[in-house]
């Protein structure tokens, strides 16, 4: 990590500023004492997202739309299933949300996104409409609550079964608990009934823990961000339930033999759909930090998948795809389900921070280098179909699949927000900016090309999946689905990233580049920073207040073209590495500047199993070429490497950036005529394309043509840990002989660019790949191009 120490003489002047803006009131939130939620007990930490506000910018356009349809939407919907099972009255004309919130087996867990949304809106900017639905839906699934555990105590006392001619016929097991569904429909995953996925109310389930993990979510965001303490009182009621439902469990039934066994649990997780959680194991640790009541902690581990993939995580034994005869434990998949999976490694890094053990942290961060970079899209997202599959774009594709797994649908929205969720709370514990790198792209390209960019109070607006296949488009819509709720919380906390600060105070971390206003009153700091990233590459921060303070700037390690610093207009001369954080150590005064710049660039990333199928992206941005292919081709054709001179920049040489301001659009000379290629996050419904196919057909150097084909090393690729139909692996694809030698560019002189040629060359001969003859000619053309290099 690189390091700016206290050269500049810091002006004692201006402290004013700090002093009028710390002068705000807290809001409710700072009520709740102490630090909470992810990252609690972690070395580095969370602020609260009401201490940092997003100024006006991309995330913040994307916001305010999702903020306009929360305002609007009518909360009494979401209790109407509630006051069901509860035996409450509803009002006349209202229905229920729709879509999986219709009275099936998932309704209940938009409840809990639409509790998360409002605390995250009212935490924005501290609009009382907001915490008004809140605490109504609060009181009122409270009120929900004590009816259903009435009805139980009702029933112990007096043998009847109801306790208003109106209650619902069903009598709860355990007291405690709330929900849009009668409590079998939780027991009965476990022993003796073992219920499985389907869609009969009477004796199927469907991902019931997940919906309590959702309801239990929203709660205790309710109460972390707005300090509803009945949010807080509804909750802990809620998780005794749970610590009876997981240990006791189903004792009303015939053939009930007792305690849930460590067995069991194992035998309930691994059912596909059926047996998803969430991640109800996150919320748990928290609730027993929050209670010191360790029964909160034995019911989080009680979620643990210790038949088929605990214990492999732990051992970093990848088996999201295993083959036919090789399946693990007795329940579980040939392909595991992505967002099933994903949220329990959540869980874990829970479980690992109040006490849990060095495992839980081991098994999340050897899953999450599963997917990163093994089954990682250029937007950010996993998961999709591939030849010989089940057709399932929900689930994982094999290691290192990429251009096979581009499905017509695929990478599903979810997935990538618990990806984003999971790179945080692992960067909180080992601050690797690679975490930080990836929570950027799936940020700024598919979560924010999740919500499409027109307003609406009637729907969400928010993507389901967001395939990859050439020439497909994006839908938007999901009222009611699993990506439609995680999308209003998605658009509603794009601030609570962008800064961290170390446990002991001494330390600020700038993670995203995003307008927005920091104020640390606990520090007497305020940081207001200036961009209009990702349309620019240049920040400017404004600190106010007073005493020493590291600042450790993220340096992305998509930086090709340097990233210059200055304090107080003077340059620092510190090395700043791309995928790495330059720490600025010194004593601030009020009105102190930073300003950064950081040259985007435009440059192509090679898929892992196929390289000549590639894509584009500018600094963060993933860049999309619209249209249909043409000519009946699967991918848009794109020649660069005729372009290029020897800084190697494409786009000098290889495209046109047709907006000079706004949104980064460029155009392409392609094989079918030109392409226009534009930012993943714009939200509409054209047809796109994320990845194209590099044709190079012969080794050019400028217009200097050698007639000789640009041929392949042979890499062995595809290296599929599980086989693809029809497709051989290991196989007999690689780079091509131009992309060897321009993946050493920039070249400072042409000498030096004739070196590499000459290095590359010789070892394609070695391998057979080229004649000396061959060679000879490449290294004189390669002389030749002097003056075409260089221009």
């Known amino acids: 990590m690189a390091r700016i120490n206290n050269l500049f003489t810091p002006r004692r002047a201006l402290t004013t500023l700090g002093i009028s803006v710390l002068a705000i009131a807290a809001s409710a939130s700072a009520d709740v004492a102490g630090d909470h939620g992810p990252g609690s007990t972690a070395p580095v930490r969370p602020f609260r997202l009401d201490q940092v506000q997003l100024g006006a910018g991309l995330l913040q356009e994307k916001r305010d739309r999702i903020k306009e349809f929360v305002q609007a939407y009518d909360e009494r919907r979401f209790l109407i299933l509630f006051n069901n099972q509860a035996g409450r009255p509803n009002p006349d004309g209202i229905e229920v949300p729709g879509g999986w919130e219709d009275g099936g087996l998932l309704s209940g867990h938009w409840t809990g996104h639409y509790l998360t949304a409002l605390s995250q809106a009212y935490a924005d900017q501290g609009e009382e409409v907001f915490k008004t639905k809140l605490d109504w839906m609060v009181k009122e699934i409270a009120a929900c609550q004590d009816a259903i555990t009435a009805r139980m105590h009702q029933s112990n006392n007096t043998e009847q079964t109801n306790t208003t001619a109106s209650a619902p016929d069903w009598i709860p097991t355990h007291p405690g608990y709330v929900g849009a569904l009668p409590e079998d429909t939780v027991l009965r995953l476990g022993p003796p009934r073992w219920a499985i996925y389907g869609s009969d ?56 033999t007792g305690n849930l066994t460590r067995s069991d649990l194992n035998y309930m997780w691994d059912l596909y759909i059926a047996g998803e959680f969430g991640g109800a194991n996150e919320v748990f640790p928290e609730i027993y930090q929050l209670t010191g009541d360790e029964r909160h902690l034995y019911t989080a581990k009680a979620f643990d998948n210790r038949e088929s993939l605990f214990g492999a995580a732990v051992q970093d034994n990848d088996i999201l795809v295993v083959p036919a005869d090789k399946i693990p434990g007795r329940r579980r998949a040939q392909r595991l389900h992505a967002n099933t999976h994903v949220p329990q490694f959540i869980g874990y890094m829970s479980v690992f921070e109040h006490g849990g053990g060095q495992e839980y942290f081991d098994a999340a961060k050897n899953f999450y280098g599963w997917v990163h970079p093994h089954r990682h899209f250029a937007h950010g997202g996993t998961g999709g179909n591939y030849p010989g599959s089940n057709d399932n774009p929900e689930l994982f594709q094999n290691r290192d699949n990429i251009v096979n797994a581009i499905a017509d649908n695929g990478a599903e929205t979810c997935t990538t927000y618990n ?185 192509i990333e090679r898929a892992l199993d196929r390289p000549d199928t590639q894509a584009l992206l500018w600094g963060p941005v993933l860049l999309q070429t619209i ?53 993943y996050y714009i939200g509409d419904t054209q047809a796109a394309s994320a990845y194209f196919r590099r044709v190079e057909p012969s080794v050019v150097f400028g217009s200097v043509d050698t007639k000789i084909a640009n041929r392949k090393r042979n890499d062995g690729l595809p290296r599929y840990d599980v086989p693809v139909a029809n497709i051989t692996s290991p196989g007999n694809d690689g780079p091509t002989f131009l992309d060897i030698v321009w993946d050493s560019a920039p070249f400072k002189t042409h000498s030096a660019f004739v070196g590499t040629v000459q290095n590359v060359v010789k070892a394609f001969v070695a391998d057979g790949v080229y004649t000396q003859a061959e060679a000879d000619r490449i290294v004189k053309s390669a002389k030749d191009a002097k003056s075409q290099l260089e221009a």
Not at 232 to 250: E, F, H, R, S
Not at 640 to 650: A, E, I, M, W
């Open 201 to 256: 109310l009477s004796k199927n389930t469907w991902a019931s823990w997940y919906t309590q993990h959702k309801i239990i979510r929203g709660l205790l965001d309710a109460y972390y961000n707005t300090n509803n303490t009945q949010a807080l009182d509804v909750v802990v009621k809620m998780a005794n339930w749970a610590y009876l439902a997981l240990t006791i469990g189903d004792k009303r039934q015939p053939g009930y």
């Open 419 to 603: 990806l984003l969720k999971l790179a945080r709370y692992l960067f909180l514990h080992e601050h690797n900016a690679t975490y930080m790198d990836n929570y950027e792209r799936g940020l700024f390209n598919m979560i924010a090309g999740s919500r499409a960019d027109e307003s609406s109070t009637e729907s969400p607006m928010l993507t389901y999946f967001q395939p990859l296949t050439p020439g497909s488009s994006r839908e938007y819509e999901n009222t009611g689905t699993c990506c439609g709720g995680t999308g209003m919380e998605s658009h509603t906390k794009y601030q609570e990233t962008v800064y961290l600060r170390s446990a002991d105070g001494s330390t600020l971390w700038v993670n995203l580049y995003v307008p927005s206003t920091l104020t640390w009153a606990d520090k007497g700091f305020v940081v207001k920073q200036e961009t209009r990233f990702p349309r620019s590459d240049t920040v400017k921060f404004t600190v106010s207040g007073d005493g020493p303070l590291d600042i450790n700037l993220r340096v992305p390690a998509w930086i090709r073209k340097g990233f210059q610093v200055k304090v107080n207009n003077a340059v620092s001369d510190a090395t700043a590495t791309p995928g790495s954080y330059l720490t600025i150590s010194r004593t601030w005064a009020a009105g102190d500047v930073v300003e950064v710049t950081m040259p985007f660039t435009l440059r």
């Open 627 to 679: 249209g249909t292919p043409a000519g009946g081709q699967t991918y848009h054709q794109l020649s660069l490497y005729r372009h290029l001179k020897l800084d190697g920049d494409y786009a000098r040489a290889a495209a046109v950036k047709t907006s000079p301001a706004g949104d980064s659009i460029f155009s392409f000379a392609g094989s079918n005529g030109n392409l226009t290629a534009r930012p």
